[in-house]
C-alpha cells in the first residue's frame, strides 16, 4: 500500500522508471507477471484506484475528452472506459510544420477489475481537469464495522 | 526552416536539483503566425499550472490535484508522481513577451507568436 494517490516517497519511482524504461527497450516487453489486463506503458489513459472505507475510486487521466462522449460500463466487476480523442493536428504543408506529435489521438479502451467488495450497482462518474473520476461504493457488508462486545457476565 | 533552432528541448534541464516530475507528452506545430505548442496535463488546474519564461527558455509546470480523501489507500497506480515539468529553448524570433496559454479539461494550450519582423515577407528583387 502507497500512503497516497499519487505521492510517493522520495525521488524513487521516477528514477525507477527509467531504469525499468531501459531494460524493456534492451528485452523487449516486461518479464515481470502483471495483471492479465495492465496494459503496456503509455497506454491511454493512464489510471489510479485507490480505496477508501466507503469506496473503489477510479481516477484515468484522460485530457482532452467531451466528457459526455465518454463511455463508462460495468459488467460482472469489469469496469470498462472507452472513448476516442480527435487528432487535432493540422495538415503538414509548406507552411505548416509539425516538431512534435506525441499526445495520443484515436480510439481507446481500458478494462479495469474492480475489487470484490465493490458494489456495481451504484457508480459515479465525474469528469474533471482532464481526469475521470470514478466512484464505486463498497458493499455495506464489505464496510468496517465496530463490533460490540457484549458483557457475559451480566 | 531549422526544427532545432526554433524549440529546442532543454533535456533534463535541471532535473538533479528539481524534485522529480513527469515528462507531459506535447503536440508542437509552427505556421507563419509562430508556434502553438499543446501539453496533456491531466488533474492540472489553472491554479496549480505555472509557465515561466527564463531567458530563451520556457518551462511549464503543473501539480496534480485529484482532490482524493485523505484516508485513501491506492492499490493500483500508473501515474505514480503528481507533477508534470517539460522545458523548451525558443528561438529569438518568437515573441515571448506575447504568449497566450489557455487551459480546459487538462489540455495546456501555448501560442508563442512570432515577432513582427520574423513573419515571412516578399522580399522585392530589383531589375538590376
Known sequence: MFPSLTRFPGELFPDFEALQRQVEQLLGASSWPSSIRAAGRGAFPAINMGVTADAVEIYAFAPGLDPGRIDVSLDKGLLVISGERADELPQESDKVSIYADERFSGAFRRAITLPEDADPGRVEASYRNGVLRIVVPKRESAKPRRVEVKDAAA | ?128
Open chain 2, 1 to 128: 526552416m531549422d526544427t532545432n533552432q526554433t524549440v529546442l528541448e532543454r533535456e533534463g534541464h535541471a532535473a538533479a536539483a528539481e524534485a522529480p516530475a513527469l515528462l507531459p507528452p506535447v503536440d508542437i506545430v509552427e505556421d507563419e503566425n509562430g508556434i502553438t505548442l499543446k501539453a496533456d496535463l491531466p488533474g492540472v488546474s489553472r491554479e496549480g499550472l505555472s509557465i515561466r519564461v527564463d531567458g530563451d527558455t520556457l518551462t511549464v509546470e503543473g501539480a496534480v490535484a485529484l482532490g482524493e480523501s485523505k484516508d485513501m489507500q491506492a492499490v493500483y497506480a500508473e501515474v505514480r508522481v503528481a507533477r508534470y515539468r517539460r522545458s523548451f529553448v525558443l528561438a529569438r524570433d518568437l515573441d515571448t513577451e506575447a504568449i497566450d496559454a489557455a487551459m480546459k479539461n487538462g489540455v495546456l494550450t501555448l501560442c508563442v507568436p512570432k515577432r513582427e519582423q520574423a513573419k515571412p515577407r516578399r522580399i522585392e528583387v530589383k531589375a538590376g
